[in-house]
């Protein structure tokens, strides 16, 4: 397969070995009417991922398939092209977090800006692999059997609210911070400034 688009993020280091592109002049507003499918493709690139950067226009080539439920499409080396020619930016897509797995598979991969509100509902891997864990809304997420028993009907709403409302904010690595081998490598953080 052979699409173009435009560079939106790049995970060069940390294993993911690849980056995003986009439709040209994509984004934006989205008609809820009309917008059925991704404008967007993770490319899975070990040998171009440090070459390329946000903003630019490419051609990649090569397989399509599923890789632990996310579309991708494998470019060797030989399998993008830099293109010269203009291309209207990208633009983030507005949208309120998505509660369906198939809303969220129609914005896979596409630039976003997630509308609403979002707390912090776990923090247990930010010093082990850079991940926080978020729920859409104004409160967190509730353990399944604090509200029933194992099994019950309640247990099974909280677990599909959970689902629902969950929303994994990663660093883009797969870094094992906790691993003595990387202790060098600083954690994922804001910098703090000083007064």
């Not at 129609?106 to 850079?130: C, H, K, Q, S, W």
Request: glycine content about 12%.
């Amino acid at each position: 397969m052979t699409t173009r688009g435009v560079v939106t993020a790049v995970y060069a280091t940390g294993g993911l070995d690849g980056y995003c592109v986009q439709t040209p002049g994509t984004g934006g507003q989205p008609d809820p009417g009309a917008h059925d499918a991704s404008e967007a493709i993770f490319v899975h690139s070990p040998d171009t991922a440090g070459t390329v950067r946000p903003g630019q226009y490419v051609e990649v080539t090569g397989a399509v398939a599923e890789y632990h439920g996310r579309t991708r499409i494998s470019v060797r080396a030989d399998g993008l092209r830099v293109l010269d020619e203009p291309a209207e930016a990208v633009k983030p897509t507005v949208v309120g977090w998505p509660a369906e797995e198939a809303e969220r598979e129609d914005l896979e991969g596409m630039l976003l800006d997630p509308a609403g509100e979002f707390v912090i509902t776990d923090n247990d891997d930010l010093n082990r692999y850079g991940e926080i864990g978020l729920a859409a809304g104004a409160t967190p997420l509730v353990q399944p059997t604090a509200v029933g028993a194992p099994g019950s009907a309640e247990a099974a709403a909280q677990a599909a609210e959970n689902e629902a409302r969950g929303v994994l904010l990663d660093d883009g690595a797969t870094t094992d911070y906790g691993n003595v081998a990387n202790a060098a490598i600083p954690l994922p953080r804001a910098p703090t400034g000083s007064s």
